[in-house]
């Protein structure tokens, strides 16, 4: 650059100033000093940031997860236990059926019957009092009384009503309420339940 070029703005300025002040001179100078001042500045090419990163690379997808293996299937149920025989005097006790044809017969029966379980009662006692109640018909069977009416008629040798019966049975007699042994068992054991024994039954029980 010439020093006239120089030296062009210097007069100017002077020349502004004594004709309009500094406000003229600053417009002046806007007007020819700025112009040349960005002609000076060379014109970067570089980014704003010479620290600006590239751009990041994508990252790599990741591996597809294994599938979770299936759960082993669970050992096969055991085997059920087989049933437990039943126990020999259940299974004994339970067949056991009168025999015989004759009220002694089937009074001595079923007094075995007792002591193996602890029943009181007589000979004398359980006789008479069959006697009385059915006279000695083991299907004798009560359709008047007030047991009849509400439908559980007294029925065996000692007249026992269905739930008495039902009550009171003893393991090791039949269930059927007109079988001997059993009526006469289940009635000795109501008897001795409410009374003491088969042999304090004098009347109606």
């Not at 015989?100 to 009662?121: C, F, N, S, Y």
């Not at 008495?164 to 059927?176: I, L, P, W």
Request: hydrophobic fraction near 40%; proline fraction near 10%.
């Amino acid at each position: 650059m010439s020093a006239p070029t120089l030296l062009r703005p210097a007069a100017a300025r002077r020349r502004l100033l004594a004709a309009g002040g500094w406000a003229a001179a600053a417009v002046a100078l806007t007007g020819v000093v700025a112009p040349q001042a960005v002609a000076a500045a060379p014109q970067s090419a570089a980014p704003a940031s010479a620290h600006a990163s590239a751009p990041a690379k994508p990252s790599a997808p990741s591996k597809a997860q294994a599938p979770s293996k299936a759960p082993a299937p669970s050992k096969a149920p055991a085997a059920p236990s087989k049933p437990s025989a039943p126990s020999s005097s259940s299974s004994s006790a339970a067949t056991h059926a009168t025999t015989g044809d004759t009220l002694d017969e089937w009074i001595k029966q079923a007094m075995d019957v007792m002591d193996r379980h602890g029943i009181p009662g007589s000979y004398d006692g359980i006789h008479r009092n069959i006697i009385r109640e059915s006279s000695g018909d083991p299907r004798a069977i009560n359709n008047w009384d007030i047991n009849a009416i509400n439908g559980v008629p007294s029925q065996g040798l000692l007249q026992v009503i269905p739930p008495t019966f039902d009550a009171y049975h003893v393991t090791g007699t039949t269930k059927s309420i007109v079988d001997p042994v059993a009526n006469i068992v289940a009635a000795c054991n109501y008897a001795a339940d409410r009374y003491g024994s088969i042999d304090n039954v004098w009347g109606a029980y």
